[in-house]
């Protein structure tokens, strides 16, 4: 059965509901969620989307990632996605920022940046990706800058942020 997704208007605000679907077919505004889990050595996790995904197969991305459900926060969706993706338990959800993944026709999102600190270990991720890769800061800048295409377009726009407020670098 196809999760059922919120349709939203540019700010935000709930204006109607559709399966995932229909959104995706329609380039309806919808909502997400990306997880950035950075290790106690200040390393990166991401990982390779699994190559059976609809969108983005094969692509790098956020280690969690996801829709938020119709009637969900986007802190509920943050914390299933991870629970479902990695196995993420007993960890804090820090809010980062708002960012957009505009992609058309396919993709039409706002979603919201949270990062968590997390060594692993990193279950059930077999499902989601075809493997999970640690990368420093510096080197995904790099990565990102000659090889975007090598990323969800979300990435991009999610690094940033993660960037622009981490001091530690």
Not at 39 to 68: E, M, W
Not at 113 to 139: C, H, I, K
Request: charged share 30%; no cysteine.
């Amino acid at each position: 059965m196809a999760d059922v997704l919120d349709i939203i208007d540019a700010n935000d605000v709930v204006i109607g509901r559709a399966s995932s679907e229909e959104v995706h077919a329609r380039g309806l505004l919808h909502r997400f969620v990306h997880v950035f889990v950075v290790g106690s050595d200040g390393r990166i996790l991401v990982q390779q989307r699994h190559h059976t995904k609809k969108r983005g197969a094969l692509l790098f991305d956020a280690a969690v990632g996801g829709h938020v459900d119709s009637g969900e926060t986007y802190l509920e969706a943050a914390v299933r996605e991870g629970r479902e993706e990695i196995g993420l338990d007993g960890v804090t959800y820090e809010y980062l920022g708002k960012i957009k993944n505009y992609d058309p026709p396919i993709e039409d999102m706002l979603g919201e940046l949270y990062v968590v600190n997390s060594d692993g270990p990193f279950t059930g991720w077999q499902r989601e990706a075809e493997r999970l890769e640690w990368m420093r800061p510096d080197e995904l800048a790099f990565l990102l800058e000659r090889f975007p295409y090598l990323f969800t377009k979300a990435m991009p726009e999610s690094f940033a942020l993660w960037r622009s407020r981490n001091i530690t670098e």
